[in-house]
């Protein structure tokens, strides 16, 4: 099966390998195809009705589809909602929650996390893997995610990530050591 992502990838990366006259022609030829099959999908999605539509967005190989062509029967907001839902009880199970701030116009999601997450140094890996990873899933026009209220992991030299250190209880006070 193929992956739409890889896809969009690969698309990206051949374009990038032409330089000049070559490349303009490449990028209308993408253009081209690309209006092509969204104007075909289109008549698809009119002539399939609401119901049909919304059983192939379930797949997510033509939700792909239906979002690069602005087709799909979801707003992003309520996609990226549906995605919030899923991980909240990890969240819940932290006492706490992520809250959306809003979509930019250059489709930046901004959110905010709530209760203990809010600040918590774990909250970066929750941010990073749990959020990102199912919002992008479910709306992949989102081009970033910001995360308020993420501690950013402490680094040392060479930008590496520090490891935590707690105090230790001396055994033999200090005096007679």
Known sequence: MTDVGQVG????????????????????????????????????????????????????????????????????LERVTEALDKVRPYLGSHAGDVDIVGITGEGVLQLQLMGTCDGCPSSTVTAKYAIERVVREAAPEISDVVVEGVVPEPTGPGGRPLLPLEALECPVPVEQA
């Open 9 to 76: 990838e690969r698309i990206d990366r051949l374009l990038g390998e032409l330089s000049g006259e070559d490349a303009e022609v490449a990028e209308d030829l993408v253009h081209t195809l690309l209006e092509f099959y969204g104007e075909g999908l289109a008549r698809i999605v009119d002539a399939a009705g609401p119901q049909l539509v919304a059983k192939f967005a379930e797949d997510e190989h033509i939700a792909g589809l239906l979002v690069l062509h602005d087709l799909h029967p979801k707003t992003t």
